[in-house]
């Protein structure tokens, strides 16, 4: 379902949906960048933190293994079992992802809910629409 709000000052038009965002869902890992896209700055300035961080951990890790990995070749001819001893290598992916479920679920209201605080109005404050809106995105009546 969609509603459309409307900027009183400039006249334009949006048409947003509400419920389930599939592109905050399977793109807010990228950097956040839907997130900023859509002024949802704190948001995407979260993911972008964790991406980076979880990036930057899965690269050094992979370095280290790989050197180590390397190393014990040349000294001792054998294979070595690596041991992953940072916890965030698992945490943080998990993280995101719960993140990026949580972003598809309530993505399209902290959305619709920006527009309204910025002062965008819905078009047809009694249509069908805007009252779902109003209940989904957990707005006063």
């Known amino acids: ?71 014990a070749a040349v000294l001792s001819h054998a294979s070595v079992q690596s041991d992953d001893g940072n916890p965030l290598q698992v945490l943080l992916p998990i993280l995101i992802w719960l993140l990026s479920i949580f972003s598809g679920i309530r993505g399209n209201a902290l959305t619709g809910r920006g527009y309204i605080d910025r002062g965008w109005l819905f078009s047809e404050p009694n249509s069908d629409a805007a009252i779902y809106a109003r209940n989904a995105w957990r707005l006063p009546a």
Not at 31 to 54: A, C, E, S
Request: charged share 10%.
């Open 1 to 71: 379902m969609y509603v459309i709000v409307k900027n009183p000052r400039t006249g334009e038009l949006k048409n947003l949906k509400i419920g389930w965002s599939w592109i905050l869902f399977f793109w807010s890992g990228l950097f956040g960048l839907p997130l900023f896209l859509r002024h949802l700055y704190g948001w995407g300035t979260l993911f972008l933190v964790l991406v980076m961080l979880n990036l930057i951990i899965q690269v050094s890790a992979l370095g280290q293994h790989t050197d180590i990995a390397n190393h």
